[in-house]
């Protein structure tokens, strides 16, 4: 059983910056994606095919699955925080926590509305398991933790498929789902768009993050930033700068030949009941090692350099509005790109919906500057703890 040891959980800056760092990388994708519509103008022009396969690619490789990742750590980071801070009170924060998740379900179906590819409800299914496992001592919590990341799913499945020459893959048939909805977001109407998104987004989500080793990812980091607030990493503190330049080292040691083999691996394996979960391993753990990578090269900066604390410090608002920014990339990005409103996607390839993310980057965080010289948190952080606190007769 956890007890918590009454130290104060003090405002973690770094993890304002990570969250926001996260939420940014989060925006860019899904503008290069236009917002899971995957429909582009064909480019004519060498070099802006060029530019364009550039973007892509490295997008996708900068971001792609890392800032997901990132932001699912935070999400453990503050139950946490949240937790503790009840515990030392002497509180029990469970059912406030559930009522929490559920505000969160509500929510995510709000912005499915908008975004078919929404995670909010994901988060708040998984979410509901944390007081749980939130009881558990630390060294269960980790066995928990390693044996979720080492993605099980998939290592089922390859094994399965070695030693069973008739095995077939598990179809969560995501494509069909995603076929569903393709029609309707070029539609002029957005009740229809909405409609869809509602019936299918989160059903094709659910299938896609099986098909790509999330069922088991998703709860595995919630686990890790709850750990990671147990040992207190994130604050300046005993050796933990030391800790974190051995886990970038660790890092950067694994992800370069996990990747380059994920690359390798169709020169040598043919057959798709292998070499599908092996590179889902594959590309999970180079995901994971490439996240710890950024996680801990911030950290050390932020602790070590004045300078580069000064200026990731201007991106604590972007941050501690992360909810806000989700919402607001799914409204903007939906009146942007599909038919029901200015359908850009009709005439913006990935180089130029990049540059449009940036902007709605900058735009973003010029409001949340402006909402948190007001207020104390973003507007839907402020609906959110409003409503998780409400006092019930």
């Known amino acids: 059983m956890y007890k918590t040891t009454n130290l104060p959980n003090t405002r973690l800056h770094i993890a304002d910056v990570l969250r926001g760092i996260a939420v940014m990388g989060i925006i860019l994708i899904h503008n290069v994606e236009h917002m899971e519509f ?21 997008v996708f490789f900068a971001f792609g699955g890392k800032m997901y990742s990132i932001f699912a750590l935070m ?13 030392q009170k002497g509180k029990n924060f469970t059912w406030r926590f559930e009522w929490r998740m559920m505000l969160l379900l509500v929510f995510g179906f709000i912005n499915t509305f908008f975004y078919s590819g929404d995670i909010l409800v994901s ?9 749980l496992v939130g009881r558990l001592n630390t060294k269960t919590v980790a066995f928990i933790t390693i044996f979720l990341l080492i993605q099980p799913i998939e290592i089922f499945q390859l094994f399965a498929a070695l030693f069973n020459p008739d095995y077939t893959l598990i179809d969560a048939n995501s494509g069909k789902f995603f076929s ?23 059903l094709g989500s659910f299938a896609w993050n099986f098909e790509n080793g999330r069922i088991t990812q998703i709860p595995g980091l919630f686990c890790l930033g709850m750990l990671l607030g147990r040992l207190r990493l994130f604050y300046n503190e005993k050796n ?19 990747y380059g083999l994920l690359n390798m691996l169709p020169d040598f394996i043919s057959r798709n009941e292998v070499l599908f ?26 602790y070590s350099s004045k300078i580069v604390h000064t200026s990731l410090m201007k991106l604590t608002d972007f ?25 850009l996607y009709r005439y913006c390839g990935p180089t130029v919906s990049f540059l449009i993310g940036i902007c709605m980057i900058i735009v973003q965080f010029y409001f949340c500057h402006w909402w948190l010289k007001k207020y104390t948190h973003g507007p839907m952080e402020g609906l959110w703890k409003k409503l998780t606190w409400i006092k019930i007769k």
């Not at 995957?38 to 364009?52: H, N, R």
């Not at 909805?181 to 998104?197: A, F, H, I, Q, V």
């Not at 933990?240 to 996990?258: D, E, K, M, Q, Y």
Request: zero cysteines.
């Open 38 to 58: 995957y429909s582009f103008p064909e480019a004519t022009s060498p070099w802006m095919i060029f530019l364009d396969k550039m973007t892509w690619n490295g």
């Open 75 to 87: 999400f453990g980071l503050s139950f946490f925080i949240q937790n503790d801070n009840q515990m």
């Open 123 to 131: 988060y708040a299914i998984f979410g509901m398991l944390m007081p």
């Open 180 to 202: 569903l909805m393709y029609e309707s977001k070029g539609s002029s109407s957005l009740w229809e768009y909405g409609w869809n998104n509602l019936r299918y987004g989160q």
């Open 240 to 258: 933990n700068l030391r800790t974190w330049i051995g886990i970038l080292a660790v890092a950067t040691l694994v992800f370069f030949p996990v």
């Open 277 to 302: 979960p092996l590179r889902t391993l594959l590309k999970s753990w180079s995901n994971l090692a490439q996240m710890f990578a950024y996680v801990s090269l911030l950290t050390l900066l932020f």
């Open 319 to 343: 941050g501690r509005s992360s909810m806000t920014n989700y919402f607001l990339q799914s409204i903007l990005g939906s009146i942007l790109y599909h038919g029901w409103a200015f359908g």
